[in-house]
């Protein structure tokens, strides 16, 4: 798994329960896999808004007497992730102001594509931005919004807005969620007890022992008022094109996103993968974790055997001391290593859900060849990732994706398999029941939604 370029954030909020700020933890808890970097949940009990946030992952953040001080039947979280050198406290969420009608916390999993635009006219005519996020955004034009109602202001500041954003809002009294009308992030919505949770998966829901009910609407906005339930205003007519990375990588397999499970679909993958590009040879194994899914898959398609020839450390997060480059075997090892005794002469099938810059791929096939590998095929349940996302995704550059770079004969001579094979996109939207063209597919078409 990459360390360098990530998914921006998972969101939660939940309303009226009485631990309201204890769910959102353990929400958060659940999605810690799409944001490490950060964490924060505000609170509210109808008369003011607590917030905690601070660098760093979920349970370092909070404590119990922490959560103690987070009061009330609402509360909204965040988990981020940053690229270096942008980890200040201050991009932590929610992000939170005071302003004429009172409180506001948000929190946002996305990425707006025309927030420079927008922060420099509002810089233009006056606004101090007190960090780097595209979110803070939001504050300033709630807050210059000539609407008197919040609801209304929301909805002047989403029309101001453009590109990826499942937004969450807490005022004093009320939360609102929004998502925006291509609905590229996820955003499910259930029943926690007498209230309601909004979160970006569902694997939270579980958690929690949340019941499922559907997804917010693309283009919708969802109003929770205690005594007036929940009202649906269609802000954006709904135009879906959902983020198809979703299903290949970044999504818990537990998780119900788009309407569909996540595990189902990656296995889909893999038999696809399989009819696609058979191999001759005696074992399947998957770069854990991304990989099991469409290693099972594979294997059961193909009738060849699945063994976990790679054991992945999952105590390793950030180490102090980074291997020198002469011991840079020692730092793909640190993470991954192989069952020798397992693969030693053994022709493998490695599956893997993508190649973004190609390193991953070359210092996996190096360590099961010196462990005694006889041949390594190497086959990706995805497309060749050719373009960049700005959609809420923090791919590399095109010039540092291998595939915008090399040909996949290129890429399999640098990463030194015997063979190499891609998922086709046809087979990949068959593997999703994609019913033709509800899936955003930038990063392996180029082809750009807005
Ligand atoms: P690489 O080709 O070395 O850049 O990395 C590919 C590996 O990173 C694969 O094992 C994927 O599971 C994983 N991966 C793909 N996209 C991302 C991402 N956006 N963030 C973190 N890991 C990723």
Redesign the pocket.
């Known amino acids: 798994?990459?360390?360098?370029?990530?998914?921006k954030c998972a969101v939660v909020g939940i309303f009226n329960h009485e631990e309201a700020s204890k769910l959102a933890y353990f929400s958060l808890h659940a999605m810690q896999h799409r944001g490490q970097e950060a964490a924060g949940i505000s609170s509210g009990n109808g008369k003011r808004l607590y917030t905690i946030k601070d660098r760093g992952l979920v349970k370092k953040v909070f404590s119990e007497r922490k959560l103690e001080t987070l009061h009330g039947h609402m509360a909204i979280g965040h988990t981020r992730y940053s690229t270096a050198g942008d980890d200040s406290i201050l991009d932590a969420q929610p992000v939170h102001a005071n302003y004429d009608l009172g409180q506001l916390s948000i929190v946002h999993n996305g990425n707006l594509t025309n927030a420079k635009e927008v922060r420099d006219a509002l810089i233009d005519k006056g606004a101090i931005f007190q960090s780097s996020m595209d979110t803070e955004n939001l504050i300033h034009l709630i807050a210059k919004s000539d609407q008197r109602k919040l609801k209304d202001r929301i909805i002047d500041a989403v029309k101001k807005i453009e590109g990826a954003y499942s937004l969450i809002f807490l005022s004093r009294t009320k939360m609102f969620a929004m998502r925006d009308r291509f609905g590229f992030r996820p955003l499910s919505l259930g029943r926690v007890g007498e209230g309601y949770i909004v979160a970006s998966e569902t694997c939270a829901f579980d958690l929690v022992g949340a019941e499922y009910i559907r997804e917010v609407e693309p283009g919708e906005l969802l109003i929770f008022e205690k005594d007036k339930g929940l009202q649906s205003i269609k802000v954006y007519e709904p135009t879906p094109k959902h983020c198809i990375?979703e299903y290949v990588?970044?999504a818990r397999p537990d998780s119900e996103i788009f309407g569909q499970n996540v595990y189902a679909k990656r296995k889909n993958m893999g038999v696809e993968l399989a009819r696609e590009q058979p191999v001759d040879a005696d074992m399947i194994i998957p770069?854990p974790d991304?990989?099991v899914p469409a290693a099972i898959g594979y294997a059961q398609e193909s009738g060849i055997a699945y063994e976990m020839g790679i054991m992945r450390n999952h105590y390793i997060g950030r180490t102090f001391i980074e291997p020198t480059q002469e011991m840079r075997d020692l730092k793909v090892k640190m993470k991954l290593s192989p069952i020798t005794e397992l693969i030693k002469g053994k022709r493998l099938v490695v599956i893997?859900?993508?190649?973004?810059?190609?390193?991953?791929?070359?210092?996996i096939i190096r360590m099961l060849k010196e462990a005694g590998a006889a041949e390594v095929h190497m086959r990706i349940s995805s497309p060749p990732?050719s373009d960049p996302c700005f959609y809420g995704?923090?791919?590399?550059n095109k010039d540092k994706l291998?595939a915008a770079n090399m040909s996949v004969e290129e890429i399999c001579k640098y990463i030194e398999a015997d063979s190499l094979a891609f998922l086709s996109s046809d087979a990949l939207m068959r593997s999703v029941n994609s019913k033709g063209s509800e899936y955003c597919t930038a990063c392996f078409t180029g082809e750009y939604i807005i």
Request: proline content about 3%; cysteine-free.
């Open positions: 798994m990459r360390e360098d370029v990530n998914e990375f990588y970044f770069v991304g990989g893997d859900d993508s190649i973004v810059r190609g390193t991953t791929s070359r210092r990732t995704v923090d791919t590399p291998i």
